[in-house]
Protein backbone atom coordinates (compact mmCIF):
# COMPACT_ATOMS: atom_id res chain seq x y z
CA UNK A 1 0.00 0.00 0.00
CA UNK A 2 1.49 3.71 -0.95
CA UNK A 3 0.01 6.89 0.08
CA UNK A 4 0.37 9.95 -2.04
CA UNK A 5 0.65 13.32 -0.27
CA UNK A 6 -0.40 16.04 -1.95
CA UNK A 7 1.32 19.71 -1.72
CA UNK A 8 0.89 23.15 -3.34
CA UNK A 9 1.52 23.31 -6.74
CA UNK A 10 4.94 24.48 -6.72
CA UNK A 11 5.91 21.63 -4.46
CA UNK A 12 4.00 18.69 -5.57
CA UNK A 13 5.90 15.53 -4.33
CA UNK A 14 5.56 12.37 -7.74
CA UNK A 15 7.03 9.77 -8.14
CA UNK A 16 10.08 11.76 -10.18
CA UNK A 17 10.69 13.73 -6.56
CA UNK A 18 14.12 12.89 -4.72
CA UNK A 19 12.97 11.88 -1.29
CA UNK A 20 13.81 8.78 1.11
CA UNK A 21 11.03 6.66 2.25
CA UNK A 22 11.37 5.10 5.79
CA UNK A 23 8.37 2.59 7.04
CA UNK A 24 8.77 1.32 10.23
CA UNK A 25 4.89 0.37 10.20
CA UNK A 26 2.87 -2.06 7.63
CA UNK A 27 1.09 0.10 5.08
CA UNK A 28 2.79 3.79 6.49
CA UNK A 29 5.11 5.48 4.56
CA UNK A 30 7.02 8.50 6.53
CA UNK A 31 8.43 11.45 4.19
CA UNK A 32 11.91 11.50 5.54
CA UNK A 33 12.91 14.33 3.74
CA UNK A 34 12.37 16.83 -0.02
CA UNK A 35 15.50 17.76 -1.85
CA UNK A 36 14.73 21.16 -4.05
CA UNK A 37 17.82 23.23 -5.00
CA UNK A 38 20.09 21.36 -2.84
CA UNK A 39 17.95 21.97 0.02
CA UNK A 40 15.91 20.26 2.56
CA UNK A 41 12.86 21.08 2.48
CA UNK A 42 10.11 19.83 5.30
CA UNK A 43 6.56 19.42 3.90
CA UNK A 44 4.24 21.48 5.88
CA UNK A 45 2.27 19.88 8.77
CA UNK A 46 2.96 16.38 7.81
CA UNK A 47 3.27 14.67 10.49
CA UNK A 48 3.56 10.40 11.11
CA UNK A 49 0.38 10.56 12.51
CA UNK A 50 -1.54 12.33 9.96
CA UNK A 51 0.08 10.07 7.70
CA UNK A 52 -0.95 6.97 9.40
CA UNK A 53 -3.64 4.46 8.02
CA UNK A 54 -7.26 3.93 9.46
CA UNK A 55 -6.38 1.82 12.68
CA UNK A 56 -7.21 -1.38 12.00
CA UNK A 57 -9.59 -2.96 14.48
CA UNK A 58 -7.63 -5.26 16.73
CA UNK A 59 -9.06 -8.61 18.58
CA UNK A 60 -11.22 -8.42 21.16
CA UNK A 61 -11.04 -7.50 24.37
CA UNK A 62 -9.35 -4.24 23.75
CA UNK A 63 -11.71 -2.88 20.67
CA UNK A 64 -14.68 -4.32 20.09
CA UNK A 65 -17.04 -2.68 17.99
CA UNK A 66 -18.38 -5.91 16.38
CA UNK A 67 -19.52 -7.72 19.46
CA UNK A 68 -22.75 -7.97 21.04
CA UNK A 69 -23.27 -8.50 24.85
CA UNK A 70 -26.72 -10.17 25.07
CA UNK A 71 -28.83 -12.35 27.80
CA UNK A 72 -31.63 -14.86 27.52
CA UNK A 73 -34.79 -14.31 24.98
CA UNK A 74 -37.68 -15.48 27.36
CA UNK A 75 -37.87 -12.92 29.55
CA UNK A 76 -35.45 -10.65 31.36
CA UNK A 77 -34.82 -10.28 35.06
CA UNK A 78 -32.67 -7.90 36.84
CA UNK A 79 -29.53 -9.90 36.84
CA UNK A 80 -29.64 -10.23 33.09
CA UNK A 81 -30.39 -7.11 32.52
CA UNK A 82 -28.15 -4.87 35.32
CA UNK A 83 -25.15 -7.21 33.41
CA UNK A 84 -25.92 -6.34 29.91
CA UNK A 85 -25.91 -2.71 30.69
CA UNK A 86 -22.76 -2.91 33.57
CA UNK A 87 -21.00 -4.88 30.56
CA UNK A 88 -20.99 -2.37 28.29
CA UNK A 89 -18.80 -0.38 30.55
CA UNK A 90 -16.11 -2.92 30.81
CA UNK A 91 -14.52 -1.48 27.72
CA UNK A 92 -13.62 1.23 25.93
CA UNK A 93 -14.70 0.38 22.98
CA UNK A 94 -18.42 -0.03 23.52
CA UNK A 95 -19.87 -3.41 22.72
CA UNK A 96 -23.53 -3.01 21.48
CA UNK A 97 -26.03 -4.13 24.23
CA UNK A 98 -29.13 -5.85 23.08
CA UNK A 99 -32.11 -7.47 24.96
CA UNK A 100 -34.47 -9.35 22.84
CA UNK A 101 -36.91 -10.44 25.54
CA UNK A 102 -39.43 -8.79 27.58
CA UNK A 103 -38.04 -7.46 31.13
CA UNK A 104 -40.16 -9.27 34.04
CA UNK A 105 -41.63 -7.91 37.36
CA UNK A 106 -37.84 -7.98 38.85
CA UNK A 107 -36.96 -4.80 36.65
CA UNK A 108 -39.39 -2.96 38.52
CA UNK A 109 -40.53 0.68 37.46
CA UNK A 110 -38.27 2.96 39.54
CA UNK A 111 -35.18 1.01 37.71
CA UNK A 112 -36.81 1.47 34.51
CA UNK A 113 -36.06 5.41 35.03
CA UNK A 114 -32.45 5.01 35.71
CA UNK A 115 -30.74 6.05 32.22
CA UNK A 116 -29.46 2.82 30.23
CA UNK A 117 -29.80 2.07 26.57
CA UNK A 118 -29.85 -0.73 24.47
CA UNK A 119 -31.30 -2.31 21.63
CA UNK A 120 -34.08 -5.03 21.32
CA UNK A 121 -32.53 -6.14 17.86
CA UNK A 122 -29.04 -5.79 16.51
CA UNK A 123 -28.33 -4.04 13.83
CA UNK A 124 -26.85 -5.86 10.20
CA UNK A 125 -23.21 -6.89 11.08
CA UNK A 126 -20.97 -9.47 11.57
CA UNK A 127 -20.64 -10.02 15.41
CA UNK A 128 -19.40 -11.77 18.07
CA UNK A 129 -21.45 -12.49 21.30
CA UNK A 130 -21.19 -11.96 24.71
CA UNK A 131 -23.31 -13.66 26.84
CA UNK A 132 -23.97 -13.20 30.07
CA UNK A 133 -26.55 -15.08 32.88
CA UNK A 134 -27.45 -18.11 31.02
CA UNK A 135 -25.31 -20.68 29.06
CA UNK A 136 -28.14 -22.70 28.25
CA UNK A 137 -27.88 -22.69 24.71
CA UNK A 138 -31.97 -23.05 23.98
CA UNK A 139 -32.03 -20.34 25.69
CA UNK A 140 -30.19 -17.72 23.51
CA UNK A 141 -31.52 -15.10 21.05
CA UNK A 142 -31.96 -16.44 17.65
CA UNK A 143 -29.39 -14.14 16.49
CA UNK A 144 -27.01 -15.63 18.34
CA UNK A 145 -24.26 -17.78 16.60
CA UNK A 146 -22.83 -19.86 18.69
CA UNK A 147 -19.47 -20.31 17.33
CA UNK A 148 -18.78 -16.71 17.11
CA UNK A 149 -18.94 -16.68 20.94
CA UNK A 150 -16.30 -15.59 22.88
CA UNK A 151 -17.48 -14.85 26.59
CA UNK A 152 -19.92 -16.28 28.60
CA UNK A 153 -20.37 -14.85 32.18
CA UNK A 154 -23.19 -17.01 34.24
CA UNK A 155 -24.31 -18.36 37.50
CA UNK A 156 -26.19 -21.36 36.50
CA UNK A 157 -24.74 -24.66 36.02
CA UNK A 158 -25.65 -27.62 33.56
CA UNK A 159 -24.15 -26.81 30.52
CA UNK A 160 -20.44 -25.60 31.83
CA UNK A 161 -18.92 -28.48 29.65
CA UNK A 162 -19.85 -27.46 26.38
CA UNK A 163 -17.92 -23.77 26.79
CA UNK A 164 -14.94 -24.97 28.00
CA UNK A 165 -13.04 -24.81 25.15
CA UNK A 166 -13.13 -20.97 25.91
CA UNK A 167 -11.04 -21.44 28.52
CA UNK A 168 -10.70 -18.38 31.15
CA UNK A 169 -13.15 -16.48 28.57
CA UNK A 170 -16.14 -19.05 30.34
CA UNK A 171 -17.07 -17.72 33.58
CA UNK A 172 -19.52 -19.90 34.73
CA UNK A 173 -19.50 -20.04 38.60
CA UNK A 174 -21.58 -21.00 42.03
CA UNK A 175 -21.98 -17.58 43.04
CA UNK A 176 -24.97 -15.70 43.80
CA UNK A 177 -25.66 -13.22 41.33
CA UNK A 178 -24.11 -13.23 38.20
CA UNK A 179 -24.06 -8.94 38.41
CA UNK A 180 -20.91 -9.86 40.61
CA UNK A 181 -19.05 -11.76 37.84
CA UNK A 182 -19.19 -8.65 36.00
CA UNK A 183 -18.15 -6.14 38.93
CA UNK A 184 -15.18 -8.66 39.44
CA UNK A 185 -14.47 -8.16 35.61
CA UNK A 186 -15.02 -4.38 35.86
CA UNK A 187 -12.57 -4.12 38.22
CA UNK A 188 -9.55 -5.98 36.64
CA UNK A 189 -10.24 -3.74 33.01
CA UNK A 190 -10.93 -0.25 34.85
CA UNK A 191 -9.34 2.14 37.38
CA UNK A 192 -12.14 4.74 36.68
CA UNK A 193 -15.73 4.29 38.63
CA UNK A 194 -18.47 3.12 37.35
CA UNK A 195 -21.94 5.39 36.32
CA UNK A 196 -24.41 5.39 39.27
CA UNK A 197 -26.53 3.55 36.71
CA UNK A 198 -24.17 0.71 36.56
CA UNK A 199 -23.41 1.14 40.23
CA UNK A 200 -27.33 1.12 41.05
CA UNK A 201 -28.19 -2.02 38.30
CA UNK A 202 -25.42 -4.45 39.53
CA UNK A 203 -26.28 -3.99 43.08
CA UNK A 204 -29.64 -4.14 43.05
CA UNK A 205 -29.22 -7.47 40.56
CA UNK A 206 -27.14 -8.99 43.90
CA UNK A 207 -29.80 -7.68 46.57
CA UNK A 208 -32.20 -9.36 44.63
CA UNK A 209 -30.40 -12.63 43.52
CA UNK A 210 -29.03 -13.29 47.12
CA UNK A 211 -32.71 -12.79 48.49
CA UNK A 212 -30.86 -9.43 50.28
CA UNK A 213 -28.28 -12.07 51.07
CA UNK A 214 -30.61 -14.65 53.33
CA UNK A 215 -30.69 -17.12 50.39
CA UNK A 216 -27.71 -19.80 51.13
CA UNK A 217 -26.47 -19.11 47.63
CA UNK A 218 -24.86 -16.00 49.02
CA UNK A 219 -21.22 -15.96 48.78
CA UNK A 220 -18.76 -13.49 50.36
CA UNK A 221 -17.82 -12.60 47.04
CA UNK A 222 -21.18 -11.26 46.64
CA UNK A 223 -21.21 -9.09 49.83
CA UNK A 224 -17.61 -7.81 48.71
CA UNK A 225 -19.20 -6.71 45.64
CA UNK A 226 -22.25 -5.22 47.31
CA UNK A 227 -20.65 -3.30 49.67
CA UNK A 228 -17.94 -2.03 47.11
CA UNK A 229 -20.75 -1.10 44.85
CA UNK A 230 -21.96 1.00 47.71
CA UNK A 231 -19.52 4.26 47.62
CA UNK A 232 -21.03 4.57 43.36
CA UNK A 233 -24.93 4.18 44.06
CA UNK A 234 -27.01 6.82 44.50
CA UNK A 235 -29.88 4.58 46.13
CA UNK A 236 -31.81 5.75 49.22
CA UNK A 237 -30.96 3.90 52.43
CA UNK A 238 -33.78 1.73 52.86
CA UNK A 239 -33.53 0.47 49.40
CA UNK A 240 -34.24 -3.06 49.61
CA UNK A 241 -37.14 -2.56 50.83
CA UNK A 242 -38.88 0.07 48.61
CA UNK A 243 -37.68 -2.27 45.73
CA UNK A 244 -39.10 -5.30 47.06
CA UNK A 245 -42.55 -3.30 47.33
CA UNK A 246 -42.23 -1.93 43.80
CA UNK A 247 -42.46 -5.65 42.51
CA UNK A 248 -45.32 -6.24 44.85
CA UNK A 249 -47.34 -3.52 43.49
CA UNK A 250 -46.94 -4.67 39.55
CA UNK A 251 -47.99 -8.26 41.16
CA UNK A 252 -50.58 -6.47 42.66
CA UNK A 253 -51.76 -4.79 39.36
CA UNK A 254 -51.00 -7.20 37.05
CA UNK A 255 -50.65 -11.17 38.62
CA UNK A 256 -50.95 -12.29 36.08
CA UNK A 257 -47.76 -10.25 33.54
CA UNK A 258 -45.82 -11.12 37.33
CA UNK A 259 -45.94 -14.91 37.57
CA UNK A 260 -45.72 -15.88 33.90
CA UNK A 261 -43.01 -13.19 33.59
CA UNK A 262 -40.49 -15.72 36.12
CA UNK A 263 -41.87 -19.10 35.12
CA UNK A 264 -39.99 -22.12 33.87
CA UNK A 265 -40.92 -25.17 32.69
CA UNK A 266 -38.80 -28.17 34.34
CA UNK A 267 -38.61 -31.80 34.80
CA UNK A 268 -38.67 -33.18 37.92
CA UNK A 269 -38.14 -36.97 38.47
CA UNK A 270 -39.42 -37.15 35.06
CA UNK A 271 -42.46 -35.31 35.46
CA UNK A 272 -43.03 -31.99 33.50
CA UNK A 273 -43.73 -29.27 36.07
CA UNK A 274 -44.27 -25.46 35.86
CA UNK A 275 -42.31 -23.61 38.52
CA UNK A 276 -42.69 -19.94 38.66
CA UNK A 277 -41.34 -17.13 41.19
CA UNK A 278 -42.44 -14.37 42.87
CA UNK A 279 -40.59 -12.47 44.81
CA UNK A 280 -42.60 -10.27 47.15
CA UNK A 281 -42.28 -8.06 50.41
CA UNK A 282 -45.33 -9.41 51.99
CA UNK A 283 -46.01 -13.24 50.04
CA UNK A 284 -48.53 -14.50 52.86
CA UNK A 285 -51.43 -11.58 51.59
CA UNK A 286 -50.65 -11.94 48.15
CA UNK A 287 -51.60 -15.48 48.30
CA UNK A 288 -54.46 -14.96 50.31
CA UNK A 289 -55.93 -12.20 47.91
CA UNK A 290 -54.98 -14.00 44.56
CA UNK A 291 -55.03 -17.99 45.55
CA UNK A 292 -57.47 -18.48 42.68
CA UNK A 293 -55.99 -16.39 40.04
CA UNK A 294 -52.57 -18.06 40.63
CA UNK A 295 -54.55 -21.16 40.27
CA UNK A 296 -56.06 -20.22 36.98
CA UNK A 297 -52.63 -18.76 36.14
CA UNK A 298 -50.46 -21.70 36.56
CA UNK A 299 -53.29 -23.99 35.13
CA UNK A 300 -52.52 -22.53 31.81
CA UNK A 301 -49.44 -24.29 31.63
CA UNK A 302 -50.77 -27.39 30.81
CA UNK A 303 -49.76 -29.51 34.08
CA UNK A 304 -51.19 -30.62 36.74
CA UNK A 305 -47.87 -30.55 38.31
CA UNK A 306 -46.99 -26.72 38.97
CA UNK A 307 -45.57 -24.76 42.04
CA UNK A 308 -45.52 -20.82 42.74
CA UNK A 309 -42.52 -20.16 44.96
CA UNK A 310 -42.92 -16.87 46.60
CA UNK A 311 -39.73 -15.58 49.28
CA UNK A 312 -41.13 -13.46 51.54
CA UNK A 313 -38.12 -10.78 52.29
CA UNK A 314 -40.15 -9.76 55.58
CA UNK A 315 -40.55 -12.90 57.10
CA UNK A 316 -37.47 -14.63 55.69
CA UNK A 317 -39.39 -17.36 54.51
CA UNK A 318 -40.70 -18.97 51.69
CA UNK A 319 -44.43 -19.75 50.69
CA UNK A 320 -45.28 -22.35 48.52
CA UNK A 321 -48.23 -23.35 46.68
CA UNK A 322 -49.06 -26.05 44.73
CA UNK A 323 -51.94 -28.65 43.86
CA UNK A 324 -49.90 -31.33 43.32
CA UNK A 325 -49.82 -33.79 45.72
CA UNK A 326 -46.91 -35.92 44.21
CA UNK A 327 -44.66 -32.01 44.34
CA UNK A 328 -46.28 -31.95 48.01
CA UNK A 329 -44.40 -35.11 49.34
CA UNK A 330 -41.14 -33.92 47.06
CA UNK A 331 -41.26 -30.74 48.91
CA UNK A 332 -41.85 -32.60 52.63
CA UNK A 333 -39.51 -34.72 52.12
CA UNK A 334 -36.26 -32.48 51.10
CA UNK A 335 -37.27 -29.43 52.68
CA UNK A 336 -38.98 -30.51 55.83
CA UNK A 337 -42.32 -28.16 55.22
CA UNK A 338 -45.43 -28.65 55.97
CA UNK A 339 -48.93 -28.01 54.36
CA UNK A 340 -50.94 -28.90 57.00
CA UNK A 341 -53.87 -30.19 54.86
CA UNK A 342 -53.96 -27.03 52.55
CA UNK A 343 -52.58 -26.23 49.12
CA UNK A 344 -49.99 -23.68 50.90
CA UNK A 345 -46.22 -24.79 52.44
CA UNK A 346 -44.40 -22.36 54.23
CA UNK A 347 -40.68 -23.10 54.39
CA UNK A 348 -38.05 -22.09 57.70
CA UNK A 349 -35.76 -19.92 55.54
CA UNK A 350 -35.91 -18.31 52.28
CA UNK A 351 -35.15 -20.10 49.29
CA UNK A 352 -34.48 -19.57 45.84
CA UNK A 353 -36.43 -22.08 43.03
CA UNK A 354 -32.77 -22.99 41.71
CA UNK A 355 -31.93 -24.25 45.47
CA UNK A 356 -35.31 -25.98 46.27
CA UNK A 357 -35.29 -27.51 42.35
CA UNK A 358 -31.33 -28.90 43.14
CA UNK A 359 -33.17 -30.32 46.34
CA UNK A 360 -36.23 -32.00 44.97
CA UNK A 361 -34.47 -33.30 41.16
Known amino acids: MRYRVQFPASRQVNED ?35 KPPNLQSNFPDQMPSVIVTTGKR ?22 AVISGPLNHSVTQTVKTWPASYQTSPPPGDYKFVIVDVSEPQEFPDFVDRKKIIEIYDHHFGFEKL ?4 GEKAKIE ?28 LSTAILSNTLNFKSSLATARDKIAFEELKKFTQLPPDWEIIYYKDQEKFAYLNPALAITGDTKIQKIKGLKCAVAQLELWNSRNFLKEHKNTIKLIMQGFQT ?7 PSLSEGRDFIFTTSETLKNYLKRHLEIDFFGTDVGLTRKLFLRKEILKKIQ
Open 75 to 96: FIDIDGYACVIGYKEIHNQKPI
Open 304 to 310: EHWLLIS
Open 163 to 166: WEYL
Open 17 to 51: SNYKKRSNFPCLIILDKIMTNNKLILPPKITPASL
Open 174 to 201: EIGACATLIWEEYKKKNSHPPSSTCANL
